[in-house]
């Protein structure tokens, strides 16, 4: 009976601010090594990977196959599978053969690799390809969803000196517990051995753990975790015959489903949706030809007209279009003046609110890729329109969302603003949040903070979320009402005790220092944790800063850098800016432990020594993507 150590598969969504096509591209890259020239050969690596390949194709993934790559075809192929990838893609990587783990950081073993022995282990880190390397690559790609299998956990390929050896004795090594939007699965549980074969009569080309995984990728409507217990019940069940304990051990921390392979139309179960949440406004570019204008010249609208000179600044058709402009724009020479309209086409009977609510449905999954959608902004759009046209109201804040963001249509504040009163109007509690950031903000209609605090306001008396946490803000500081932190910490503390991120940050910031509340840095402690746990990346740097100072916990510089780490990764500016313009301000412990942190990571190669120069510099800027 062979045994091979420990499968993995680490599978993180993304979901940013994408620019994607209008359908998400499966791109894969499968690789297969079975002969190494220098540590033990292997036998099933290579069908593994190829019967993994075609099981990807079969449901929609480009394949990039290949076998026994030594380290600079390994990174060849990384790259050219790279080069592929764009923003809002699904992107799938897959490795059959050696891996070793070093000082807790896993790495694949090209079959180049060198023999080597314990005390080499920087040696054949230089040699080899770090995991958390190809997952942060991936990751820079901004893709919507990627995918990491490693079906290389076998015994250590490397010679030991007596009771040492270079890295973990067998299979790979454990990572940390993972963010929001990952899934870990393993092919057995930490101190089990995962089976190569069930015994030496066993004909199956492949690991008892791959051939169990095959049908999974294949079955129509299995999502990630349903695949993965289904997955644990079948290994266990082979395991057994033959007297061998083999349990697959997962983590989810996936929100939303994920198939491998959709199911038919009409019998998924959507999950029911939630209003698009308003995040902090970002700058996509509007698209469009200036060669349209003579096209368009007496049609435009005054929001198309504005579109138009977004994208065209200059040149003859720019100054036309500025004429133009003028004389759409209403008596008064005030901004364009919107007032409530009437809501149009209301939805008259049950069977129209059904379609509607239908309609809608299907356009968040299109809009979030959510449950077994492609992303595809534009078709969510169309969708979105027609529901807010039928009166739903909800549709109507997220076609404004889209407007807003220029996402699946072109940037339109002023359309933006009208769905969101039209929405408000109709009772929609996040559309009357949105529409206090337009106001706040200016965007769309003449900015008010008097305004925006009236429809922040009416949003979190009505009990929206984002509604109490913009208030709260308001009221901190100052702005279109006066300061007052006792009524910012009430409606802080309504959000957060909701679970809302930003309002647990918040709320954090004002017990850690004192506004409206007494300072209490433990309370400050647990509140920054919760943010952090929903990913929310100033938690993060706080949570490292308090660690420094020792407020609320015990001052440790060491402890400290692990957290702003996690801030760098999750693209936090500020402690992008702190480590590059301030890092002496903080403890030489911490200094060392944040140079040792990203050089584990390979993002940085020079000395563990504390002293921050443009080597450490330019590794900051890495680690957060820059």
Known sequence: MMIRWLSLIVSTCVFLSLTSPSYAKRIALVIGNNAYDNVTRLEKAENDAESIGQALKGIGY??????????????????????????????????????????????????DIPDASPGQEAFVKSEAIGVNYILSEIGRRKVRLSVLILDACRNNPFKSAGTRSLGRTRGLGTMEAPPEGTFILYSAGFGQSALDRLDDNDPHPNSVFTRSLVPMLQKPGLTLSDAARQLRRKVMKLAATVSHEQRPAYYDEVLGDFYFTPPPAGESQLAVPQVVAKPPMVNPHTKGTCGIWPQIATSATHAQV????????????STLAKARLKELRPKGGGKLALLPPKIKNPVQNEGDKEEAERLFNKAWNLYNGKNGERLDYYEAVRLYRKAAEMGHKSAKVNLGYAYENGRGVGRDYYEAVRLYKE???????????????????????EKSLNQAVYWYRRAAESGNYNGMTNLGYMHEMGRGTKVNYKEAVKWYRKAADAGTARAQNNLAYMYLNGRGVKTNNKKAMSLYRKAANKNFANAMYMIGYMHELGKGVRRSGKQAAPWVMKALKARHAFAVKEMTTNATGWSLAFRK??????????????????????????????????
């Open 62 to 111: 480009s394949v990039i196959m290949q076998k026994n790559l030594n380290r600079r075809k390994f990174n060849q192929n990384m790259q050219l599978f790279l080069s592929q990838l764009e923003a809002g893609d699904e992107a799938l990587f897959f490795f059959a053969g050696h891996g070793v783990e070093i000082r807790g950081e896993n790495y694949l073993l090209p079959t």
């Open 306 to 317: 504005q579109a138009f000179l977004a994208e065209c600044k200059t040149g003859i058709y």
């Open 423 to 445: 929405a408000s109007e109709m009772g929609e509690t996040q559309g009357m949040t949105n529409l206090g950031f337009m106001y706040e903000q200016g965007n769309g209609i």
């Open 593 to 626: 432990e944040l140079q040792r942190l990203m050089s584990n990571e390979g993002y940085y190669h020079g000395a563990i020594d504390g002293k921050f120069g443009p080597g450490t510099f330019t590794a900051v800027r890495a680690v957060a993507g820059q």
